[in-house]
């Protein structure tokens, strides 16, 4: 579904976050990127969606594809429009706005009005707490719930293919085993997801594959549950000793 093939990323002229990266991704599972701060986690996410100049960064070599068609030129909301959604470390929701404006924000790329409306169901079965909060002002929610909402607006363009940029960050060990679970129907239901995360225990829970980013390019990868066994990844990500 999605393949990055040695992908280099520079931010301006000094500083080089990815070396050369090889990833694959798949419908057949949820596949987490570990890896420590600065390791190049958030890069990659923004890479693929598009974001990178925005921070300006750039693709200095390499190549992503999706369904082998190149997205590595192309603008955010073409390859939203390709079905690849990306939900940005920090959540990022309008405030200001009340929890239903976030959603319809999130929709305005769907493909049809009966697309939008089966996509606003899905969201409000996986979190009913934001229909029954669609009026209150998104900056009113909890963490959790403005993670949910977070979410809730990258699925109502129906994407194929979920970015999560470390779902879990800040919140109480309850609400992040919520956000996993979630993470796994949202996968069951059909839709790919790649997990960000620097909580490797929530997520090599979550996950069916992972890949390990260190400054820049992948020390590991394999199965999660793998992983999980390895002594490299206990040691370094898991507070093994
Ligand atoms: P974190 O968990 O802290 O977000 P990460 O693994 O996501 O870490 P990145 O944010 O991708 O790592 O950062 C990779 C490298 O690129 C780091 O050295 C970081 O300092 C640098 N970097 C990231 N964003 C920028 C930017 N906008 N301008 C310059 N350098 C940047």
Request: no cysteine.
């Amino acid at each position: 579904m999605l393949s990055v093939r040695d992908l280099r990323v520079r931010y301006g002229r000094s500083v080089a976050a990815l070396h050369g990266v090889d990833l694959d991704v798949s419908a057949d599972g949820v596949l987490a990127v570990l890896g420590s701060n600065g390791a190049g986690k958030s890069t990659l996410l923004r890479a693929v969606s598009g974001t990178l100049r925005m921070h300006r960064g750039t693709v200095a070599g390499g190549e992503i594809r999706y369904d082998d068609k190149r997205i590595d030129r192309l603008d955010p909301a073409e390859i939203v429009h390709l079905g690849v959604v990306g939900v940005p470390e920090g959540r990022q929701i309008f405030a200001r706005m009340s929890v239903e404006e976030n959603l319809r924000a999130g929709g305005i790329g769907a493909r049809s009005a009966e697309q939008r409306t089966k996509a606003r169901r899905r969201v409000h079965e996986l979190f009913p707490v934001l229909a029954e909060r669609g009026r209150q002002r998104a900056g009113l929610l909890s963490g959790g719930e403005q993670q949910m909402l977070a979410i809730g607006r990258a699925l109502m363009s129906s994407p194929r293919l979920l970015l999560l940029d470390e779902p879990s960050l800040g919140l109480a060990p309850k609400v992040v085993e919520r956000i996993g679970a979630i993470i796994r129907e949202i996968h069951a239901q059909g839709t790919a997801v790649v997990l960000v995360e620097q909580n490797a225990v929530m997520a090599l829970r979550v996950a069916d594959h992972a890949v390990v980013l260190e400054v820049g390019t992948v020390a590991l990868s394999g199965a999660a549950r793998e992983l999980a066994r390895s002594e490299d990844v206990q040691r370094l990500y898991l507070g093994g000793h």
